[in-house]
């Protein structure tokens, strides 16, 4: 539903003149009476023209409301729920007295990355869920907004100019390679680099983000933001190379036995694409939903005047899951104007892994769903390009091992889709080349590093984390994965 962003503003100033002008205290009442602040937003027939980002985030005067609602509790449940333990009551005590400096500090010693986490963790399903508010009032959206609000502090600080360099101890003289540079590998980088260990990180690809820079929508989130948080790492004194692929241009045994690292980290993610393995799958416009994305966000297709890699232009696009990536995958077609977009799930929608308010946002902007059916084959035209997706219908059966029901296929049910675009979102294993070119390393069935308690691997120097151990996972958990890995770094040099 599209909000009114000056009624936004003005209700949330109503609000706050209520509270600042009570004679006595907020009971614990009288804080889950106020109503949770809406976030403003782009209107759907706006946002489908461009790239800019949906969600415009909180004024003050929101934060101050929203921060009122927390009953600051003594166990504060919603710190279990964080996977680097944020001191959530904290930060949120600090906004709700505009000491809005304080309130990102208090985050900083828990997170490096605020504004990212703030805009793409899945809060719904971590700290929020656990909040007492939304337990109380049996609503998990009823809860405290603390993404929002982690959010809004974290844009204060870059939008006031107060972002200050992290301090460098003195140089000891030793030295540590991260490989990759997605979120796992710049917490590595900024724990060991404060330290005062020589820090190089090496990226495959021409620009350092890992996903956030190549998968994750710029309407989700800027690249900017991701882009500031590199130049911090530069400003500390971290060397970044990219184009430098380990395993190719050098391997990761030979950074450490012959180019005088001392350790290294091994953040290389999950990005090799799962396919469906259907007849058709290698025809032109048959996407990897990780090429399309990375096209569109790392290669700018959206700029088409000036893009190098553009996708094709699609009359009909079909996004084959129905996980976030296949939502990020229909919205971008969408903005690459797609005249219909479709989406095929085999399941229902309660069954979609998909945040709630990715599926919102993507039926808002046109996305339409087509639940209980799934491709079985791709056929196309004298040029090898597609122009037909076969379908075919499911009902839902007994619970499988994930616990859902399982989709049975219905026997006769075929029918054609006319495509011209079809994007495979159905998931991402590993990333196989220090696995294959570092025979030392273990590594599980799936193909993930297995390391320790530590975020040791079974190679002497060599420590992993992110999505290379715990598979395809989240921003959050991968910086909290970096960050038990830089500890153990660290004390190895100490
Ligand atoms: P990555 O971010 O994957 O970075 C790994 C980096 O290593 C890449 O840049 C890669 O190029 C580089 N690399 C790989 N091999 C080599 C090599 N041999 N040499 C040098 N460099 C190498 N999570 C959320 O929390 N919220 C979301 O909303 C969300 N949305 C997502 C949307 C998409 C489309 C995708 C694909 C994922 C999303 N995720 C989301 C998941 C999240 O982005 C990942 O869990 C997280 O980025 C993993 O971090 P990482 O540091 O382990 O690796
Ligand atoms: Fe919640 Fe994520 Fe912030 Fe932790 S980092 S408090 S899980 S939004
Ligand atoms: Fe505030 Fe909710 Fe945490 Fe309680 S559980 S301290 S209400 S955010």
Known sequence: MDLDYAQ??????TALDAILNRTDPLKPKDRMAIPAQPMPAQPASERVKNMEEVALGYTPEQAQVEAERCLQCKNAPCIKGCPVAIDIPGFVKAIAETEFGKAVDTIKQSSLLPAICGRVCPQEVQCQVECTVGKVLKDVEASVSIGRLERFVADYEREHGAIETPAVKPETGKKVAVIGSGPASITVAADV????????????FHKPGGVMMYGIPEFRLPKAIVQQEISTLRDMGIDIRTNFVVGRTRRLTDLLEEDGFDAAFVGTGAGLPKFMNIPGENLVGVYSANEYLTRVNLMRAFDSENADTPVLPSKCTVVLGGGNVAMDAARCAVRMGAEEVHLVYRRTEKEMPARNEEIEHAKEEGVQFHLLENAIAATGDEYGRVDTLTCLRYELGEPDASGRRRPVPIEGSEFNMAVDCVIVAIGNDSNPLIKQTTPEIETNRWGNIVVDDNGKTTLDCVYAGGDI??????????MGEGRRAAASINAQLA
């Open 8 to 13: 936004i503003s003005a209700d949330a100033k």
């Open 469 to 478: 151990v715990l598979g395809a996972a989240t921003v959050i958990l991968a």
């Open 193 to 204: 680099r404060r330290e005062g260990h020589a820090v190089t990180m090496f990226e495959a």
